[in-house]
Every structure is written in structure tokens, then in C-alpha cells.
């Protein structure tokens, strides 16, 4: 199969401190989309104008993602509340909730023929539901319109809100997902505005109100130590988190944190081995894994 390179421009980056550029490493590559079903997503996607986080964060899995039946869309808007140091999502003031939004990705998701929706979202700290109620709201109609999909809700921490995250959890989605993004050391400054342990009691709190699978992610290549990604991975396991996925971060423009090293492969099998150990259900560890990398198969 053919083979394109991500983009220069995401992989190599300047750090502060010297002149040497970091270059992209020999296996930051990315197969090209081919197959039927992910042309057939492709031609809805582009006749409808659709929007899915897939195609508008070039995430280099889409290709074999949307062949499998998996998308993931975002909801609440594209203005984030929070200004974390990782994320391209603009940060600013957000637009008025639109209302109608659950019927439309509901109606997106039929017509892409999706076999697992993955949900995301912005952070909306400027609502007192934090967005919650149109979660609840999305989750039920992909039920009602497409009643054969089945979900992956990754959500925000909800200000650690428990009434927010019950909507969630009472709306039923397969998975419920909330990720660490890095280790406790580096929150402050990866993710400013969020707390390493209120995102582990949200995790918690989600399993012991009975939710089946719950999920989290790590970015790697931030600055954080081996034995801090382990403990991380150990702090995950004791919220009782069933399914991991940890990923090369790429710095998405020069305004965001620099990539302060590329993990090498065997350093991610490394890793899923530990995590696989210490008695995760699915541990999705590799260089270019992203949240939703694999997702259908975290349902099993």
C-alpha cells in the first residue's frame, strides 16, 4: 500500500533552548485512504458537508478508521472555554447552543452508515450544564435514528460536576471516555485549565455508578519520564479504567507545546505490555494512536 508522510510542519519543531531541530523519525508514516467503504464515507461526507473530527484534525488514521465503520464528531460547537497547550481547537467565547444539533449528527451518523460513533466535544464552562444536557441529548437520538451504532463518549471532566456526568452516564453509551492527555507533573502546563486528580475521580465515579467500559488517554513526547507514564498508567488502574491508548504527541502549530522527543515504537510496545500486566482490558499503544484509534474493538 502506498505510504505518505505527515506533514513536515507537524513533526518538526525548534525547541526554546537550542538551534537543533528535532526531525520526524522513520516510522512517523501514515498509509494513504483507500477501500470502498472509506470512499463511500468520503462522498458522503463531501456531498453533505458533514463535519467529523476525522477530516478536520487530518488525523492520520482516517483512512483505515472510516473502512472499519468508526467516526468521530464533535459536538457543542468548534470554540473551546479552555486553552489547552496541546489542542488546535480555537479558544474563545462559543456560540449559543444549537438545540437542533442531536437530531443533525444523529441523522449524519445514519447516513454515513456508522457502525461505532465516537463523540467528542468542546469544554463549555460557560454553561451550568457544562453541555451535559445536549450529550444526553445526542446520544439518544443516534439511538432512535440508528439504532445499530453503537458509542464511545468521550467527554469533558464537567468541572468534576457530578449531576453533569449522571446525564451522560444515564443516556447509556457503550464506552464513556474521559482522557488524562499527560501525567500528573506536566497537567499545569499541558492542560491549564483542567486537575490530573479531578479527571481521575471522574473515571472513578463513572465506574462505580455502573458504567461497563470506561476509557483514557495519554499523549507521550511532552517531557515526562517512563516511570511517570507508568504511574499514570497505575493511577488509571486504581480508578478502575478498563482501556488505554497512548500516542505520540505532534505539535499541530507553533503556537502549541513543542514535541520534546519521538517515543520509539518499541518503547509504546514496551509500554502496552506493562499495561497489559497490570490488568487493562485493552491497552492501544503506538505512535501514531489516537483516542478513537481501534475504537470499535474496545467494545469486546
Not at 35 to 42: A, C, L, S
Not at 79 to 97: E, I, L, N
Not at 133 to 152: D, H, K, N, V, Y
Request: proline content about 5%; hydrophobic content about 35%; glycine content about 6%.
Amino acid at each position: 500500500m502506498e505510504l505518505i508522510e505527515v506533514s513536515e510542519s507537524t513533526v518538526t519543531i525548534e525547541p526554546k533552548a537550542s538551534n537543533e531541530k528535532i526531525h520526524k523519525p522513520k516510522w512517523l508514516r501514515v498509509k494513504l485512504p483507500t477501500g470502498d467503504q472509506y470512499k463511500k464515507v468520503r462522498k458522503l461526507v463531501d456531498n453533505y458537508k458533514l463535519h467529523t473530527i476525522c477530516e478536520s484534525g487530518n488525523c492520520p488514521n482516517m483512512g483505515e478508521c472510516w473502512g472499519a465503520g468508526t467516526a468521530t464528531f464533535m459536538i457543542l460547537g468548534n470554540v473551546c472555554t479552555r486553552s489547552c497547550g496541546f489542542c488546535a481547537v480555537a479558544t474563545g467565547r462559543p456560540d449559543s447552543v444549537d438545540w437542533d444539533e442531536p437530531e443533525r449528527v444523529a441523522r449524519s451518523v445514519k447516513l454515513m452508515k456508522v457502525k461505532h460513533a465516537v463523540i467528542t466535544s468542546v469544554d463549555r464552562d460557560d454553561l451550568p450544564d457544562g453541555g451535559s444536557i445536549i450529550w444526553a441529548e445526542t446520544i439518544r437520538a443516534i439511538r432512535r435514528i440508528s439504532p445499530g451504532t453503537t458509542m464511545e463518549t468521550l467527554i469533558p471532566d464537567f468541572k468534576g460536576e457530578r449531576r453533569n456526568i449522571d446525564r451522560v452516564i444515564e443516556a447509556a453509551p457503550e464506552i464513556i471516555s474521559h482522557n488524562m492527555e499527560t501525567v500528573r507533573r506536566l497537567t499545569r502546563k499541558v492542560r491549564i485549565q483542567a486537575q490530573y486528580d479531578r479527571s481521575l475521580e471522574v473515571l472513578r465515579y463513572i465506574k462505580e455508578q455502573g458504567q461497563r467500559r470506561t476509557k483514557s488517554g495519554i499523549m507521550l513526547g511532552l517531557g515526562e519520564t517512563i516511570e511517570e507514564v507508568l504511574e499514570t498508567m497505575r493511577d488509571l488502574k486504581s480508578a478502575n479504567v478498563d482501556v488505554i491508548t497512548l500516542g505520540q504527541y505532534l505539535q499541530p502549530t507553533k503556537k502549541h507545546l513543542p514535541v520534546a522527543r519521538f517515543v520509539p515504537p518499541e518503547e509504546f510496545e514496551y509500554l502496552k505490555e506493562e499495561g497489559l500486566k497490570m490488568g487493562f482490558i485493552y491497552v492501544e499503544s503506538g505512535t501514531l494512536v489516537r483516542s478513537s484509534y481501534h475504537a470499535e474493538k474496545h467494545l469486546v
